[in-house]
DNA sequence: CTGAAAGCGCTTACAG
DNA sequence: CTGAAAGCGCTTACAG
């Protein structure tokens, strides 16, 4: 191209110049920089050294340094859809732990062009990630590619078979404060519209399900929970399913917000008001919740405990450790519109 | 931490390692990788340096190769809210031209530890982003900085005083779609729920709603427009103004979903019915408009194809070249429940 | 046409 | 206690 005019040199400071005009040898620069507890230097010429630093506005070439240290000072973390705003909340609590620790982080949806997994498998050819938070929907069959190679990688928000490594909520507790908060109100007969029989987090939220109810003294029965996919059509068929069970139940436990979503339009075309003839109550909170009609209760969960804690876990443990944890942050109801006394 | 099993070389392969294996000088390999015009080599030598490439699984290591040319191969995507499914799709499109570009992309909202910009700033200065994609709230005077640093960067969805360095929507087009929508369904009393005054995104739609009201033959007048601040309870607000106008509208174009969620609860809770007694259309079409009662009429942008074109002008441009770019891509009605006939 | 060699900007084991 | 030097894995101008 030319004609172009040629850029100025941007004056990129390294740390030679700061060792220059610090009058000092690079390497000081480096162990005042890292913090080297081998170096004794006079208290005087440290802040010499940092006050170059600032003076100059030098940054460390994060290149120069993953060349040498052989890290790249940067997370993956894989999630099926960014629309989701569950994944939203652990992208948020990812990333704060992963600045705070000095690291980047990259976020990637399955919808890449590379198909997801090979996708981050190039990243890790290429040095760019120190290791994979998992947050998406890949089959065990795929993660078993990424056991071979050593990688530093990790389950969020989710367990599958053989691994140890993850890093999941209290599903149980959430589900078991939402049983609570129904027989609170009074009801006797609170049915469950689970997840998919096959995913991790619906078998957890049915077992808190099964657990609170017991522990209440209130009855099941198989008929009482029916299994959908996480959508609002699957909402809406499986609402269809509960509301044609006797003695019909006079509240409903929702495994999350998209089923609670069809579930209420099955209720409104049912002609049946919320919560009038049925509360509604659905896992994690979000904002859509509160604009739907009626305003749905939700069970809050810490997403972004999850993202953040998964993160912290994933850059100060060793790709052979087991990590089975439960986030520890707080679980609770948030009481909106949908859920009321049992009409006697 | 002793006595924990020493890790295995893994064995990393690298460009001498092929160079080696496959007979060559290490220059010949990063030719042939990087498709250097300059190198003349038979065909068997390269197929050669190809198959050991292949066998040897190698991948070149990106630390090395953003020091060697100065490039990180990495662009940064900086937007307000993760949750917000406008941004959902943008980085859809973002992440999908950076993949076919070779390079990497790293997501960031206002969120972060470190104040925003200050973070891409850091980012900057340590050779981590190549350049900068700025989707958020930043304002001017924030981004005034960026202009110092001769830094490849370009606004999304958005135009600010003094720059000519932007991807933008043809909110006016969509504008107009909504407006023809409502018109050939017979209202000539249309209103328009606006977003803010000073929000560039609100300016144009608004411009296009006039200028298609005007092209229609019908008329506006100002007390047809009402301002609110893209939030649900803005659009509340505003749609209580709209409804206290004489002769009331039969239809409202409304500037985002978030205020038409507002706006059809003020409907809801006014006893009107829509679309008998007032049709909705809102700007950028998402699952949630699908899910609200009614379902809720929309204009669908091209937000994908905005967030390619950026990142794609960004990656082959030079920052001091003026982008005023409009996707091209077509905007249509997605038809839901909300809009009708007026009651004659 | 091909290959040897320099060098990007760091860190760190090691010599003094 | 301090500093010189090697080297991480690439790319590319240049010599042969």
């Known amino acids: 191209m030319p004609g172009r005019p040629k850029q100025a040199h941007s004056g990129k400071v390294t740390l030679a110049d700061v060792a220059t005009v610090a009058g000092v040898d690079r390497s000081v620069v480096s162990r005042v920089i890292n913090d080297d507890p081998r170096l004794s230097v006079r208290q005087e010429t440290r802040q010499r050294v940092l006050d170059t630093i600032e003076r100059l506005g ?70 760019r990630v120190d290791g994979l938070l998992f947050a998406g929907e890949e089959s065990g069959h795929e993660l078993e590619r990424l056991r071979s190679a050593s990688v530093p990688w990790l389950l969020v928000n989710r367990r599958i078979e053989g691994s140890r490594r ?14 609570e908060h129904l027989a609170a109100l009074g009801h006797r007969r609170i049915a469950h519209l ?62 999350n917000v998209a089923s609670a979503v069809g579930a209420l339009r099955t209720l409104h075309e049912a002609g049946l008001s919320v919560p009038g003839d049925m509360s509604v109550i659905a896992m994690h909170d979000m904002s859509l919740a509160g604009h739907l009609v009626p305003a749905l209760t939700t069970v809050r969960m810490p997403l972004e405990g999850l993202g953040r ?17 439960v986030v520890a942050e707080p679980v609770e109801v948030v009481v909106r519109a949908s859920t009321g006394p049992p009409t006697p």
Chains 1, 2 share one sequence.
Do not use: C, W
Request: glycine share 10%; aromatic share 8%; net charge neutral.
């Open 58 to 127: 030098y940054r460390p070439n994060a290149a120069a340094r993953s060349l040498r240290t052989a890290r790249a000072y940067m997370f993956g973390l894989f999630i099926p859809d960014f629309a989701n705003p569950v994944y939203a909340e652990i992208i948020k609590g990812a990333e704060q732990a992963a600045n705070q620790l000095g690291y980047g982080l990259m976020t990637a949806s399955s919808g890449g062009v590379r198909l997801g997994l090979q996708h981050y498998l190039d990243l890790l050819g290429q040095s």
């Open 166 to 179: 993850y890093v999941v909520l209290d599903d149980e507790r959430g589900s078991g404060l939402a049983v």
């Open 194 to 255: 689970a997840g998919p029989e096959t995913a991790d987090t619906a078998r957890r939220r049915r077992a808190g399900y099964t657990a609170a109810m017991a522990a209440a003294g209130l009855r099941t029965g198989t008929r009482y929970t029916a299994h959908a996919d996480y959508t609002p059509e699957g909402g809406a068929a499986a609402m269809r399913e509960l509301l044609a069970v006797r003695p019909r139940p006079t509240a409903v436990f929702v495994a």
């Open 309 to 325: 804690r998964s993160l912290e876990l994933l850059a100060t443990t060793h790709p052979q450790d087991d990590i089975t944890e």
